[in-house]
């Protein structure tokens, strides 16, 4: 039962363009949302994160959106860089719980020049 | 200075062999989790551990044991290695209190 699901498993885009990567949840306990950053034999890398309080939170050019209602968040990567080409993941957990992670199955992001 | 590090990286061994990943953190966390990359690539956590007791265990078989000298390191030990134990395992820390992970490079165990 996969209950943060990420429906893209790639996606392709220009450098200097709009990337949105977009994650589900299922489970209504969710308050906190990340995402992460992964190279090929390397760890995934934190990126930017948003509270369940809050519907948008911008760092740079990375800004990741929640609508709680629909259950659904999404990462904008304006401009897209070259060096932005990698696997990112979406993770939720309960607060309240504990920092367990529940992870997406990864987008493949490929910035082409 | 890696913040946290796994050893080793890479290791081959044939099954029904014992095998240790060891993890080390330096940034002062008190908590420390083991996440399995499956075939599929899905992330899942396995263990966590606070301050060196286990806070989490997710029903994970008792081939795999975890095992906390300190705060600052969380090793994976696991017995009778199986074709199926075949992932990647990273090692992850985190404060208390705070809601991000960081994660360590990954193991990538191959049981032939």
């Known amino acids: 039962d996969q209950q943060v699901k990420q429906n893209s498993p790639s996606l392709s885009v220009q450098e200097g363009r709009i990337s949105i990567l977009n994650c589900d949840y299922t489970?209504?306990?969710?308050?906190?949302f990340l995402w992460y950053k992964k190279y090929p034999a390397e760890g995934p890398t934190f990126l930017i994160s948003i509270s369940s309080i809050k519907d948008k939170n911008e760092d740079g050019r990375f800004t990741v959106f929640l609508n709680k209602s629909a259950k659904h968040l999404s990462l904008h990567i304006v401009p897209s860089q070259p060096g932005d080409s990698a696997v990112y993941f979406c993770?939720?957990?309960?607060?309240?719980?504990?920092?367990?992670?529940?992870f997406g199955g990864g987008t493949r992001v490929l910035v082409k020049p | 200075d890696t913040a946290v590090s796994q050893t080793p990286k890479y290791l081959v061994t044939q099954m029904g062999n014992d095998k240790s990943i060891k993890c080390e953190q330096n940034?002062?966390?008190?908590?420390m989790y083991w996440y399995k990359q499956d075939s599929k690539k899905f992330l899942k956590i396995m263990f966590s551990y606070n301050n060196k007791e286990l806070i989490i265990n997710e029903t994970v078989p008792n081939r795999f044991s975890p095992k906390s000298p300190d705060k600052a390191h969380l090793n994976l030990h696991i017995n009778s290695l199986e074709l199926g134990d075949s992932a990647v395992y990273f090692c992850a820390s985190s404060r208390i209190s705070g809601n991000t992970i960081y994660f360590g490079e990954g193991s990538w165990l191959t049981v032939v």
């Open positions: 489970n209504s306990m969710f308050d906190y």
């Open positions: 993770a939720a957990s309960v607060e309240a719980a504990g920092n367990k992670l529940t």
């Open positions: 940034l002062g966390h008190d908590t």
